[in-house]
C-alpha cells in the first residue's frame, strides 16, 4: 500500500498514538505521521478528522477517518488480515483481552494520572495501593494468559500488550516522583520482565526510534 | 441419540446476572433476545451480592455478567461483542472494518460522554447541573447528526450501537419525569424518530422493566441527591 494511503495523526510520545503506531508496525504497513504538537491550537485537521473528541491519535486510511486507539487497533487488525494477528482468534480470550484493555484505559491509567496530582500525601497513598493492587492482577492474568510464553498475546504481541504499553509510560513517570518502584520482583517480577522484553521488541524499538 | 441431545444442550448454557432495572444489562438481554439465545436470568440484590457473582467478576463485582457454559465474562460491550462472535444469527456488528469502527465509536461515545453529561444533569445541582446540561445538548447533537438518513444507527436492523443508545429509549423518559427537564425536544427530531422505532420493534418492547416502577425508583434516588432544603 502506497505510504500517502495511510497516515496517522498523532502526538510525540502520546502512548495511546503508539498504539496504533505498534499495530502498523507489526502489520509492516508503511504510513506517514503528521505530528500534532498538543502544546498549540489544536490544528485544523484535527477538528475536522476527530470533531466529537478533538483527540489523537487519527488513522486516515484513504479517505476514511478512525478514532479511539483502541478502536483503531482492531481497525488495523481486521483490515490487513494477514498475520501476525493482534487480537486473539478464540472468542473468550478475546473477551478478556477486550476486558483488560478496557480495565487499563478505565481504571488504571486514571489511577496512575491521579498518583501524580494527588494533593495529600493520604490520597496520593490511597491511589498508589490501588495501583499496585491493579498490577498485582495484571501479573495473575500475565501467568494465566500468556500460557508461559513472552507476552500476553503469547509468543507475539498482541491487543493486550499493546494496551498495557500506555501504562508503561505513566509508570515510569510515577516511579520517579514518588520513589516507589511499582513494578517490582517481589510483587510484579513476571510484569517486570515483560515490561522489558516489550519495549525491546523490534515493533515497539522501530516506533521509538522512528520518533 | 441422547448424549448428543445432553450435549447439545450443556454447550449452550448460558446465564445473566443483572438487577431488574440496569441499563448494561438490559443491553445484553436485547442482544440475546435479538438472536434468540435461551438464557437464564438471575436477578441480583445488589446491597447483598451473591457469592456466584462476586466468584465471577472480582475485578469489578458489578453486573451485568453473562456465563456461557461456566466462562464468565462482564463488561456490556465486552459481552455484546463475545455475543456477536459466537452466535452469528442477526449480527450486530457489520462486516466491513470502518462500519464496525464507526459502531464500537459510538457504543463508547455513549458509555463515555453522553450517559455522562446526562447522569450529570440528574444527580447534580448549580453550576454543575447547568455545565452538565450544555454538555448533553452537545453531545446530543453529534447523535443526532449521526442518524441522518438512517432508521437506526446500525442502518436498516438494530445493531451494538442502537443497543448501547437504548437506554434512551426507555429511561429517558424517566429522567425527564423526574426531573421537569426536557432533555430530548424538537430540536432532535431524528433522535425521537429513532426512539419510536427502536422503542416499537417487537424485540425490545416487551423486554424492558415497567416504566411506572423504573419512576418510582429514579424517584427516590432524585431526592437523594436534591435533598428538600
Request: with cysteine; net charge negative; glycine share 4%.
Amino acid at each position: 500500500m502506497a505510504e500517502n494511503d495511510v497516515k496517522v495523526l498523532g502526538s510525540w510520545p502520546s502512548p495511546y498514538v503508539l498504539r496504533v503506531r505498534i499495530a502498523l508496525h507489526l502489520k509492516s504497513v508503511n504510513y506517514e505521521h503528521i505530528e500534532e504538537n498538543l502544546l498549540e491550537s489544536k490544528s485544523e485537521l484535527l477538528l475536522k478528522s476527530n470533531p466529537v473528541f478533538k483527540k489523537v491519535p487519527v488513522l486516515i486510511h484513504g479517505d476514511k477517518l478512525i478514532c479511539e486507539s483502541l478502536i483503531i487497533v482492531q481497525y488495523i487488525d481486521e483490515v490487513w488480515l494477514f498475520a501476525p494477528s493482534i487480537l486473539p482468534s478464540d472468542a473468550y480470550e478475546r473477551a478478556n483481552s477486550r476486558f483488560l484493555a478496557a480495565y487499563v484505559d478505565d481504571k488504571l491509567s486514571p489511577a496512575l494520572r491521579g498518583a501524580l496530582a494527588a494533593e495529600s500525601e493520604d490520597a496520593k497513598k490511597a491511589t498508589i495501593a490501588q495501583l499496585e493492587e491493579g498490577l498485582v492482577l495484571l501479573e495473575e492474568k500475565f501467568r494465566k494468559l500468556s500460557k508461559g510464553e513472552a507476552f500476553f498475546g503469547g509468543d507475539n504481541i498482541g491487543y493486550l500488550d499493546i494496551a498495557i504499553d500506555s501504562l508503561l509510560v505513566w509508570i515510569q513517570v510515577v516511579e520517579k516522583f514518588s520513589e516507589k518502584k511499582l513494578l517490582n520482583e517481589a510483587k510484579t517480577p513476571c510484569l517486570l520482565e515483560w515490561a522489558y522484553r516489550f519495549s525491546s521488541h523490534a515493533a515497539v524499538k522501530d516506533v521509538l526510534a522512528r520518533g | 441419540m441422547v448424549e448428543v441431545e445432553i450435549a447439545k444442550s450443556m454447550a449452550e448454557e448460558v446465564k445473566l446476572f443483572k438487577t431488574w432495572s440496569t441499563p448494561f444489562g438490559l443491553r445484553v438481554v436485547w442482544a440475546l433476545k435479538l438472536k434468540g439465545i435461551p438464557y437464564e436470568a438471575i436477578d441480583e440484590d445488589l446491597s447483598n451480592k451473591s457469592a456466584l457473582l462476586l466468584q465471577y467478576n472480582p475485578v469489578y463485582k458489578k453486573v451485568p455478567v453473562l456465563v456461557h457454559n461456566g466462562k464468565p465474562i462482564s463488561e456490556s460491550l465486552v459481552i455484546l461483542e463475545y455475543i456477536d462472535e459466537t452466535w452469528k444469527q442477526n449480527p450486530l456488528l457489520p462486516q466491513d472494518p470502518l462500519e464496525k469502527a464507526r459502531e464500537r465509536f459510538w457504543a463508547k461515545f455513549n458509555d463515555e460522554k453522553l450517559l455522562q453529561s446526562i447522569w450529570g444533569v440528574f444527580a447534580k445541582e448549580g453550576k454543575e447541573r447547568e455545565e452538565a446540561m450544555a454538555a448533553s445538548m452537545e453531545n446530543l447533537k453529534f447523535v443526532e447528526e449521526e442518524l441522518k438518513g438512517k432508521k437506526f444507527f446500525g442502518g436498516e436492523k438494530i445493531g451494538l450501537a442502537d443497543i448501547t443508545f437504548g437506554w434512551l429509549a426507555n429511561l429517558i423518559c424517566v429522567f425527564e419525569e423526574v426531573t421537569g427537564l426536557k432533555m430530548i425536544d424538537e430540536r432532535f427530531p431524528l433522535l425521537l424518530a429513532w426512539i419510536q422505532e427502536f422503542s416499537q420493534h417487537p424485540i425490545i418492547k416487551d423486554a424492558g422493566p415497567p416504566h411506572d416502577k423504573l419512576v418510582i425508583k429514579y424517584q427516590a434516588l432524585y431526592e437523594k441527591f436534591h435533598p428538600a432544603k
